[in-house]
């Protein structure tokens, strides 16, 4: 996409990874990445650039020596901020990384305000509370990055449980992006039929319970980080859907205006995304049962929220 700027705000395995598969799916015609590793982020700009550059690709990446070269960016995902280790939960995270996100949009506020973002930093949910109450930006300009990928892990587990349908298998995953997510079996389908009519009680119980650990399980392997693959190719994702105006409907954090009785809190739903970033919330019907597991997690989120006013934004 002509003329389009897409800005990456911490440069690890997560910010890197989105900026090769942006760089190489040709979405943007630049792409600004933006670390305080300065010589790291010089090196991965020239790196990933050179290899879009080999893929015929347009796309030219460039390390931001300031905010001012966060100038003109359409999107910018923030990924900056500590990863947990193996023996910590995402919530472990919260004061630490909300100063690091609060931290970078500052430089938005001022250089780039009509931008919409991305956050991807953990604990997910809290990070999309802080950069909206940061940035003082509208509601529809943030948007978190968490129920594509618990999805597209509930999609590789049904796969691996099935055996077929590659491909053919959508998977819808609500709430939190914590441990009390809530995936949703009776709107996961292979191939259009829906996972109930195809699998026992505890073949979905095993896929729902791998669904919720499937990003702890990575931290757990790979002792120090946690994975990047899928989350930095679901953030491309949002990145396409919006730039491009798709209009596609994928489950992100975003915060809550009235929307499944919620107000003032930040909770995973489906959501259209175009170019005005959210451009409608989706409202599902739940049954008794998934409408307590999302209270639940709407709950855990309020915590987190509570712990954030109390003892950081005070
Ligand atoms: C993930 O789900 O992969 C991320 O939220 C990272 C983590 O800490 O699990």
Redesign the pocket.
Known sequence: MDNKKVGIIGVGNVGSTLAYTLAHKGICSKIVLKDIRENIVQAMALDISQSANAAKSHTIVTPAKSGVDLKGCDIIVITAGL??KPGMS?DDLLLTNAKIVSSVIEDIKIYAPKSKLIIVS?P?DAMVYTAIKSSGFSRNQVIGMAGI?DSARMSHFILEKVGYGAGQIESSVMGG?GDDMVPLPNYSTVAGVALPEILSKNDINDIVEKTKN???Q??KLLETG??YYA?AHATSLMVEAILDNKRKIYPCAVMLDGEYGYENIVGGVPVMLGSNGIEKIIELNLNNEQKELFEKSINSVKELANTLEEKFFN
């Open positions: 990863p947990r995402r953990n997910l990928l992006h499937g990003g702890l990575i931290v946690s994975a989350p």
